[in-house]
């Protein structure tokens, strides 16, 4: 039963992994441009490629070069590619090379995951054919490192069902559904790294070494470090396993020998001629010199390099769930790192009294992991690879590590049930995290009833209409906006949207996209199509906002021009600024400060007067009074209402201050919600000395009906406050 579970997992992976696939656009994994490029190449050239510098690089004119940026690569996953994909032409390749100027001219990383821009339609070429024959390679290579996973389970536990949630642990991690699910030489030398550790730990098994096992591993090793220099860990692993087994007693001296000696013969005679011609072109076997001059760190790009707190940290949770490229990374839930923490937590501290059968297993797995950490850690120190994924080689002895842990722990249900969540995150994840990430334009038939209009034009380039999708956001919330438009630009302008304060016109937020990952020099002029656009808040720190409206600022961006194109309405007429209404910004944190007098005054059943306070009641001819008025909104209405504040003497109007309650008009009132403002009035310069004056209060609308105040609970439709105005000399 436990065996067919197994399979069961290698099927439901290889789903997983395709849908993964699907969710990410072309080459927006992680390099997988330059990785899938360094096949193309070889077919086309001939010949293995060379490592050229930033400044050759730069000078090239043809994409498929300038991003050739993996020649420091070993070259057998990449051969192995090129056969698989030669059948196809790829002659469409360069139309999936448009980089996204969002990115490399404006420098705007936020919101902008793509690292290319995409078009909404069907490519024309066979490009797309050849990157899912590798990503299928790549699918394939994760199946053979789930089942070496599995096989290594079965020779440490006795339990048949630890070996099966080992591999279902190694299953569920969506880094590692989404790597395989992609053109990367890291899939194959984490299958090459597993293969390694399970035969190692099979030799223990057998207490024997056959000629098979030498060829085997010579075999394995030998491609390990013609796939990437990392790998060559996997030779300490092997040869340190062989030690012991000596030392142990489990075969012979001089087996164990002759095993070590064949290995490195075979490597030198598959492998070795790669690092003499590194040696021969740059001076170095490693090729370290020319690989620094390309990925060095005085060429980072992510806001956490140079950090090492937070590298480790990215580390982390890379290890779990990332995708996407370094400059904008993909991040899960919070929630799954608090859960893998915790789960990593208990099987380390299960570990610690877990009895293996041999406890040399455990100090061979134990040694996997910590190798390939402190490899990662070296490797980080010249060049930027703070990746979790290149950590996956060591998926083989942490899973088994895991389990054993929690099986001392947990009953075998309960080891189960906690990777429940895993799996709950792995499965959701292509259709909630990857594809809000990557959203591409969506064609519409005809736009949705009742949203707002916008009716803006740039050339050919027509903003049609918006929806904001959130009632309500929280600061450092994200907004998001689905934008209708129709048409194209050729200056290919980015779409720039900024969050701004509706009460001091202050930013709140930005963002700068390609709609939907598209270029818009290349849209279908007569499609009307849908862009779904997120827009992160700015930080506010302790700054505490009342309830107001966040308006959106729309301009379209040429990146090549570096200037923002002119808009205008249907009618032709310019367009200084784009202003649409965004959504109402609530802080949790804003409370109404105190006033002098309390009152419970409802006007319409709408908004209640809390409390005011009068600057100064006792005044002098020609003085102004703060009238301070906390209300509270008890319901939104239909149309915008305004608010009158008046001075009377005699039932006479001396002085008023109209107008909404700043940045929040009544359509978008929500209940529940507190808001004090500030009218001032002023006492006429030719003020009667011991004159008396009084302040009115009402809410009123003028529209096509006419002239309508909100009635009040006293009866009437206006309140007069019970303090009132005295002249002095």
């Not at 060591?394 to 049930?417: E, K, N, Q």
């Not at 630009?489 to 304060?501: Q, S």
């Not at 403002?677 to 030719?686: A, F, K, S």
């Amino acid at each position: 039963m436990a065996r067919r579970i197994a399979y069961c997992i290698l099927v439901v992976f290889a789903i997983l992994a395709g849908s993964y696939g699907r969710a990410m656009p072309p080459f927006e994994s992680a390099d997988e441009a330059p990785h899938f490029l360094y096949s193309h190449h070889l077919l086309i050239d001939k010949k293995l490629p060379r490592i050229l510098s930033r400044q050759v690089i730069a000078q090239q004119t043809d994409p498929t070069r300038t991003w050739s940026i993996e020649t420091h690569q070993p070259p057998l996953y990449y051969m192995i590619g090129a056969l698989l994909i030669s059948p196809t032409k790829r002659d469409d390749l360069t139309a999936y090379l448009r980089p996204n100027e969002a990115i490399f001219t404006m420098n705007i990383t936020e919101h902008n995951p793509n690292k290319w821009l995409h078009p909404p339609g069907i490519y024309e070429g066979d490009t797309h054919i050849a990157l899912w024959i590798l990503r299928g390679f790549s699918i394939l290579l994760g199946m053979v490192t789930l089942w070496c996973v599995y096989q290594t389970g079965r020779l440490i536990f006795e339990d048949d069902w630890l070996p099966v949630i080992s591999m279902g642990l190694v299953a569920f991690i969506p880094t590692f559904l989404s790597i395989s699910a992609s053109v990367n030489n890291d899939n194959l030398v984490t299958t090459l790294y597993a293969l390694g550790v399970y035969w190692s730990l099979r030799l223990w098994k057998k207490l024997q070494i056959r000629w098979q096992d030498t060829l085997v591993l010579s075999l394995i090793l030998s491609a390990i470090i013609l796939t990437k220099l990392t790998g060559a860990s996997l030779y300490v692993v092997v040869f340190g396993a062989l030690m012991w087994g000596v030392h142990r007693g489990y075969y012979a001296r001089r087996d164990a020998l002759r095993l070590a000696g064949v290995v490195v013969i075979v490597s030198f005679v598959l492998a070795g001629w790669w690092y003499l011609r590194n040696w021969q072109l740059y001076g170095d076997p490693l090729a370290f010199g020319a690989t620094r001059s390309i990925w060095g760190r005085e060429y980072e790009i992510a806001a956490t390099s140079g950090d090492w707190l937070a590298e480790l940290l990215r580390i982390g949770k890379s290890f779990w769930m990332m995708v996407g490229h370094l400059h904008e990374p993909v991040y899960g839930p919070t929630w799954v790192y608090i859960y893998v923490g915790f789960i990593t937590i208990i099987g380390l501290f299960g570990l610690i009294r877990y009895k293996f059968c041999r406890q040399d297993t455990l100090i061979l797995l134990v040694g996997v992991c910590g190798l390939l950490i402190a490899v990662l850690l070296m490797g980080t120190r010249s060049i930027d690879i703070s990746y979790g994924r290149l950590l996956f080689p060591a998926l083989v002895a942490f899973a088994p590590l895991m389990v054993a842990g929690w099986s001392h722990l947990l009953t075998r249900l309960g080891t189960m049930i906690l990777l429940f969540p895993l799996i709950l995150i792995a499965v959701t994840a292509p259709s909630i995290v990857i594809s809000r990430a990557y959203s591409p334009l969506e064609p519409f038939s005809a736009l949705p009833e009742d949203i707002p209009l916008i009716g803006a034009e740039s050339g050919n380039l027509r903003l049609l209409a918006y929806e904001v999708q959130q009632m309500v956001l929280n600061p450092n919330d994200t907004m998001t906006i689905d934008l209708y438009l129709r048409g194209s630009h050729p200056d290919n302008p980015m779409l720039m949207l900024t969050a701004l304060d509706s009460v001091t016109n202050e930013r709140l937020g930005f963002t700068g996209v390609f709609p939907g990952m598209a270029a818009t020099d290349s849209l279908d002029p007569d499609q009307l199509y849908k862009a779904r656009v997120q827009l992160k808040l700015d930080e506010v720190g302790d700054v505490v906002l009342s309830p107001r409206m966040i308006r959106l600022q729309v301009v379209w961006f040429s990146p090549s021009l570096f200037e923002a194109l002119p808009m205008t309405d249907g009618a032709g007429n310019p367009i200084e600024t784009l202003l649409l209404d965004g959504t109402l910004l609530i802080d949790e944190r804003y409370t109404t400060p105190d006033t002098r007098y309390e009152v419970d005054v409802v006007f319409g059943d709408a908004i209640r007067l809390t409390g005011y306070t009068i600057s100064n009641t006792d005044v002098r001819p020609g003085e102004t009074v703060d009238v301070i008025l906390n209300w509270d909104v008890l319901q939104p209405l239909a149309d915008d209402w305004t608010l009158t504040v008046q001075l009377i003497q005699d039932g006479v109007l001396v002085d008023q201050h109209d107008g909404m309650l700043p940045g929040y008009p009544s359509t978008f009132w929500r209940e529940d919600t507190s808001v004090q403002i500030v009218r001032q009035l002023t006492v006429p310069l030719n003020a009667p000395l011991d004159a008396t004056y009084h302040i009115l209060l009402a809410w009123y609308k003028v529209d096509e009906t006419g002239f309508t105040r909100l009635a009040v609970n006293n009866g009437d439709t206006v309140f007069m406050l019970p303090q009132v105005l005295n002249v002095l000399e």
